[in-house]
């Protein structure tokens, strides 16, 4: 009988190794043959504890992600870039989590979900509360430029109370096999046209369930692709099995195929990249008492599912059951086990669609352009003109000395431009600088009152027909440059009353107004417009005039005008005299510019005080809007250009608003010299307006050239082939015929550079202070209001 062994279980291996593994696998088989009948239930009753926890946790994860959970919903740029879908998930495949967050907390999925009803398709995804939504944003607007997003608390796609059909689908063959995504056309046009003509209350919902792979998964499906690299189709239980059976090892007939090759490619191709685990699930939906529901439910279902089968190659999606379609309707969209979908893959199925005619699709309509990072933000120095509306939602400014070249602000109304007008207008009044506001419409003044300071009201002018204290006066007949006085009048009456005025009428105009103020100048008598009906009409009133001339010149015109007989003298004063009667007989009118001396200085208001003039057309009538208007915009030039007599250093920034700019720039002056000068005298001036045609064509060219900072809101596509010029290449003719409400493309100047074009959304104005504009006009009144004591006679 031999001894023990030597060397333990290694010397037993290298002496007799057939009798080694009997003598290891002795000892265990013993215990199993005297302990099973407790061991079994023992083992069964652990691995149904160990999966009801596993299950356990994995429900208490899901409904952890439906904390916070958001929709966020994408409109559509005009034009869709075809590889979009590719770049988002790309990008979004940084959010898979390090291994040992996964552990703790799970790996969160987001769904991308096509949704119909009769107002046609939403495409939105689902993002769980532990996912940034600015992340998630951002990286939409990246992979879509020009695309919107809104952001809302996750609902349920619709209510209850519904009988529903659902589905899902899966691949068909292994997953290391790819689907088509060579498509030459958007394959999402099957799916969309299956979808339309939805009937009332119908609903349809594709939902695509994505987290990142991990690498346990990726392994497993490496695994499947070197196996079909050598030659096996069989599946993995077989393989198992023959190694128990010890059955030889058979090539496949795979092996031989030449379009085996094909599939290696593909697979090696498809595991290259980052990958998604992803289920697909489809949910129809109609009311139970609709009639015909099932038919139709069915019906609308399985078109769904057909139009994936443009995705058909190597592998496919076949149409399983959807038990629990609650999972897919409810706010927490449980993910289970899904399918490895590579990228492109996953964007082929989950993506915008291109096509630009796609059926319902709401599209956000002009692109979102980041402002440039040299625009500045609002602050000191800076006006504010609202916040970016793509990338970080920063405010967007324009600088006062870059406001000096002045802003061309076109919009039609209600799209936000008189929001944005007020917001420049209390900037200055907050900042000490110098503002003037002409409203032919009235509510832009009537805002500004209800928001302006209370500490501003010993520095404002309030000029408004529905006042109901006395106004104040701006005598347009005072000037220390008669010359200048004279031009202007005569030139404002010669644009408005074009149609009317001729070479007589425009001499007879000038020597009146040049005969009043040499009266005044000589005797320091005050004249008003309302003294040129008498100056005409009246023998006795000329008589104590004319005498006080030493103009030859206009000596000479006296004595042709007294030489003309009564009816002669009619017919050549005619013209003149029924545009000031119909002026003058508006009392308002009268009581602003005819009443007597001047109650304010346009010089006093510049230097940091503000004068609101609402002249609403309704109220005064559009002769009496525009004449009024002009008179003020020629006042506030003659103040400006006074400033030459002050110190470039020492002059304060002023603004001169005007709305329906083209109403009122009537001076006798060229517009780009005089935005040339007006820059030199530290005023800026704000013209805006609703649409090119309102313009003359030099007034058109003269803004287009010379006002250098741009605002469009939503324009014409008239006028938006005109405008691209300004906002090219960053933004084209479609674009700016298309923003939104409160939208507007932005081309400004930054350090006295013109930088590229963007677009920016207005910001609300603050809430009206209760009882502010009656104080404000009360104050204004009892500061700078006329008098109507002294009576004048205005022939008739």
């Given at each position: ?7 333990g ?6 002496t ?6 009997p ?7 013993q215990f ?7 061991l079994a ?8 504890v ?6 356990r946790?994995h429900?208490?994860?899901q409904?952890?992600l439906?904390v916070?959970?958001?929709l ?6 005009p034009?869709?870039p075809?590889k979009g ?6 990008q979004?495949s940084?959010?898979l989590?390090?291994w ?5 907390h799970g790996q969160p ?9 009769t107002?046609?398709?939403?495409v939105?995804?689902?993002?769980p ?7 998630v ?34 691949l ?10 060579d498509?030459?056309d ?12 939805m009937?009332?209350?119908e ?7 994505a ?7 990726l392994?497993?499906a490496k ?12 599946p993995r239980l077989?393989?198992?099995f023959?190694v ?10 795979a092996a031989t195929?030449?379009?085996?090759g094909v599939?290696?490619?593909?697979s090696v191709g498809?595991l ?5 685990d992803v289920?697909?699930?489809?949910v ?7 009639e ?10 399985h078109?769904i599912?057909?139009?994936f089968s ?10 399983h059951?959807?038990?629990e379609?609650?999972?897919a309707?409810?706010t927490r ?5 899904g399918d490895?979908?590579s990228?492109?893959e ?8 291109v096509?630009?005619?796609a ?8 692109r979102s352009i980041a402002p ?13 003109l ?9 405010g967007?400014?324009?600088?006062v ?12 109304t209600g799209?936000?431009?008189s ?10 009044v907050?900042?000490g600088?110098?503002?003037v506001v002409?409203?032919?419409?009235g ?9 302006l300071?209370?500490d501003c009201?010993?520095k ?29 009048i005569?030139g404002?009456f010669?644009?408005?009353?074009s149609?009317?005025w ?26 008003t417009l309302?003294?040129i009906p008498?100056?005409l ?6 008589i104590r005039m004319?005498p006080?001339?030493?103009d030859p ?6 004595l042709?005008?007294?030489s003309?007989?009564e009816?002669?003298r009619?017919?050549v004063?005619?013209p003149?005299?029924n545009?000031?009667r ?5 009392s308002f ?7 007597g001396e ?19 057309k309704g109220?005064l ?6 004449l009024?208007g ?13 400033r030459?007599?002050?110190?470039e ?6 603004s001169?608003?005007v709305?329906e700019?083209?109403?009122f720039?009537?001076?006798p002056y060229?517009l780009?010299d005089?935005?040339?000068e007006?820059?030199?005298y530290r005023l800026?001036?704000v013209l ?7 313009l003359?064509?030099?007034?058109r060219?003269?803004?287009?050239a010379?006002?250098?900072?741009k ?5 014409s596509?008239?006028?938006?082939g ?6 090219l290449p ?11 409400p409160y ?6 100047l930054a350090?006295?550079a013109e930088s590229?074009?963007f677009t920016l959304?207005?910001r609300?104005?603050a809430p009206?202070v209760p ?5 404000l006009?009360a ?14 006679y205005?022939?008739?």
């Amino acid at each position: 009988m031999s001894g023990p062994s030597q060397g333990g279980p290694i010397g037993t291996f290298l002496t007799d190794p057939g009798i080694l593994w009997p003598s290891l696998l002795a000892p265990g088989g013993q215990f199993l043959s005297d302990s099973w009948p407790w061991l079994a239930p023992v083992t069964v009753l652990g691995c149904v504890v160990v999966l009801g926890l596993r299950m356990r946790v994995h429900r208490r994860r899901q409904r952890s992600l439906a904390v916070g959970a958001r929709l966020v919903t994408i409109l559509a740029p005009p034009t869709v870039p075809a590889k979009g879908g590719e770049v988002l998930w790309a990008q979004l495949s940084g959010l898979l989590r390090p291994w040992y967050r996964r552990l703790v907390h799970g790996q969160p999925h987001i769904g991308f979900e096509y949704a119909w009803n009769t107002g046609g398709l939403t495409v939105r995804l689902w993002l769980p509360g532990s996912i940034p939504t600015a992340l998630v944003r951002r990286a939409i607007e990246a992979s879509w430029p020009g695309a919107h997003t809104t952001v809302t608390d996750a609902e349920p796609p619709f209510s209850s109370g519904y009988l529903t059909t659902s589905g899902r689908l899966r691949l068909a063959r292994v997953e290391a096999l790819p689907l088509r995504t060579d498509h030459k056309d958007d394959p999402l046009r099957a799916l969309l046209q299956a979808a339309t003509g939805m009937a009332e209350d119908e609903h349809a919902l594709v939902q695509f369930l994505a987290r990142p792979a991990t690498g346990a998964r990726l392994r497993r499906a490496k695994r499947m692709a070197r196996r079909l690299k050598a030659g096996h189709t069989a599946p993995r239980l077989t393989s198992v099995f023959r190694v128990f059976a010890h059955a030889p090892q058979r090539t496949s007939p795979a092996a031989t195929d030449p379009s085996h090759g094909v599939e290696v490619r593909q697979s090696v191709g498809k595991l290259t990249g980052p990958q998604w685990d992803v289920q697909i699930r489809y949910v129809v939906a109609l009311p139970a008492k609709a009639e015909g529901a099932e038919a139709r439910l069915r019906g609308r279902a399985h078109a769904i599912a057909s139009s994936f089968s443009l995705y058909a190659a190597r592998n496919w999606l076949a149409r399983h059951r959807l038990r629990e379609p609650h999972l897919a309707l409810s706010t927490r969209r449980f993910l289970h086990r899904g399918d490895l979908l590579s990228v492109p893959e996953l964007a082929a199925l989950a993506h915008l669609p291109v096509d630009p005619d796609a059926p319902g699709l709401a599209r956000a309509g002009a692109r979102s352009i980041a402002p440039p990072p040299a625009i500045p933000t609002p602050g000191a120095g800076v006006k504010p003109l609202g916040t970016a509306d793509t990338g970080a939602r920063r405010g967007v400014g324009l600088a006062v000395p870059d406001a000096r070249h002045h802003l061309h602000l076109m919009g039609a109304t209600g799209s936000g431009k008189s929001t944005l007008v007020a917001q420049l207008v209390l900037d200055d009044v907050r900042e000490g600088r110098g503002a003037v506001v002409i409203d032919p419409k009235g509510d832009l003044v009537t805002d500004l009152l209800h928001r302006l300071p209370p500490d501003c009201a010993e520095k404002l002018v309030v000029i408004d027909p529905d006042d109901t204290h006395t106004p104040p006066c701006l005598n347009v007949l005072d000037g220390a440059d008669i010359d200048v006085v004279v031009d202007n009048i005569t030139g404002i009456f010669r644009r408005i009353f074009s149609a009317f005025w001729g070479p007589r009428t425009d001499d007879i105009m000038r020597a009146a107004c040049l005969t009043l103020l040499r009266h005044a100048q000589a005797t320091n008598r005050l004249v008003t417009l309302a003294d040129i009906p008498r100056l005409l009409g009246e023998s006795a009133y000329r008589i104590r005039m004319i005498p006080t001339i030493k103009d030859p010149v206009l000596k000479g015109f006296w004595l042709w005008y007294e030489s003309l007989s009564e009816p002669s003298r009619a017919a050549v004063v005619g013209p003149i005299m029924n545009k000031l009667r119909a002026f003058l007989l508006r009392s308002f009118a009268r009581q602003t510019i005819a009443s007597g001396e001047s109650t304010f200085d346009l010089a006093d208001v510049l230097d940091g005080g503000i004068l609101l003039a609402r002249l609403p057309k309704g109220a005064l009538g559009e002769e009496t809007t525009r004449l009024l208007g002009s008179f003020i915009v020629a006042k506030t030039w003659q103040a400006t250009t006074a400033r030459a007599r002050t110190a470039e250093r020492d002059r304060i920034d002023a603004s001169l608003y005007v709305d329906e700019a083209h109403n009122f720039l009537t001076l006798p002056y060229p517009l780009e010299d005089m935005l040339a000068e007006a820059r030199g005298y530290r005023l800026s001036m704000v013209l805006a307006h609703q649409h090119l045609a309102q313009l003359p064509r030099d007034l058109r060219e003269g803004i287009s050239a010379n006002a250098r900072n741009k605002v469009f809101f939503n324009a014409s596509p008239e006028d938006a082939g005109a405008l691209e010029r300004h906002t090219l290449p960053t933004l084209g003719a479609h674009d700016l015929a298309h923003l939104g409400p409160y939208q507007a493309a932005a081309h400004l100047l930054a350090h006295g550079a013109e930088s590229a074009a963007f677009t920016l959304t207005t910001r609300p104005l603050a809430p009206p202070v209760p009882g502010r504009s009656a104080a404000l006009r009360a104050a204004a009144a009892a500061r700078v209001g006329g008098t109507t004591s002294r009576s004048r006679y205005l022939p008739l």
